[in-house]
T-cell receptor
Framework: GENVEQHPSTLSVQEGDSAVIKCTYS??????FPWYKQELGKRPQLIID?????GEKKDQRIAVTLNKTAKHFSLHITETQPEDSAVYFC?????????????FGKGTTLSVSS | DAGITQSPRYKITETGRQVTLMCHQTWSHSYMFWYRQDLGHGLRLIYY???????DKGEVPDGYVVSRSKTENFPLTLESATRSQTSVYFC????????????????FGPGTRLTVT
């Protein structure tokens, strides 16, 4: 089955710096890669996702890149702000199989200091 | 989102007791999922359901039972709670429905924090 590895487990940056979180996956059938942000005591919130027919996707300060050949995808946050501090999870699934469950990485705790 | 809710939000129970966690969604999503979240393990799938009366095991199903008699509800029961089941439980849903989102996008409920003493 699918296995998702996420690095780093913790990341500390200064406000205004960029942050990059990387994930690798094992199942070549996976073609949907969402990223979730989870603030303390809250539910995971979908912030951006990418499908395998796209190499990069941007939404304001966040972007996700995908390298299908190497089976890795990354989350990029530019101009970080204190409110970006949270735990970020990557995940993978085969969206062609309706209702396929997400396989999550173990999470990255991002701390942005002002 | 108000479209998916969980109850109770907090629960303390004793070892050996049966406890049921409720999940309700108003989007008419076909698919529903139960995950548990533990430090160092991220989110792990317990059970999922493709439709009413169709359920299947996930990565960590032992000690849990689910049912889905109605599309909108997906309760999770711990038949005889153990301390190792102390966790935060999240329900999620996805599928074609009234949420206005892509069918493969999963949205999570607010979670239930369960403590087994």
């Amino acid at each position: 089955g699918e296995n998702v590895e996420q690095h780093p487990s913790t990341l500390s940056v200064q406000e205004g710096d960029s942050a990059v979180i990387k994930c690798t996956y094992s199942d070549s059938a996976s073609n949907y890669f969402p990223w979730y942000k989870q603030e303390l005591g809250k539910r995971p919130q979908l912030i951006i996702d990418i499908r395998s027919n796209v190499g990069e996707k941007k939404d304001q300060r966040i972007a996700v890149t995908l390298n299908k050949t190497a089976k890795h995808f990354s989350l990029h946050i530019t101009e970080t702000q204190p409110e970006d501090s949270a735990v970020y999870f990557c995940a993978a699934s085969d969206s062609n199989q309706a209702g396929t469950a997400l396989i999550f990485g173990k999470g990255t705790t991002l701390s942005v200091s002002s | 989102d108000a479209g998916i809710t969980q109850s109770p939000r907090y629960k303390i129970t004793e070892t050996g007791r049966q406890v049921t966690l409720m999940c309700h969604q108003t989007w008419s999503h076909s698919y529903m999922f139960w995950y548990r979240q533990d430090l160092g393990h991220g989110l792990r799938l317990i059970y999922y359901s493709a439709a009413a009366d169709i359920t299947d095991k996930g990565e960590v199903p032992d000690g849990y039972v689910v049912s889905r008699s109605k599309t909108e509800n997906f309760p999770l029961t711990l038949e005889s709670a153990t301390r190792s089941q102390t966790s935060v439980y999240f329900c999620a849903s996805s599928g074609l429905g009234t949420s206005g989102r892509a069918a493969y996008e999963q949205y999570f409920g607010p979670g239930t924090r369960l403590t087994v003493t």
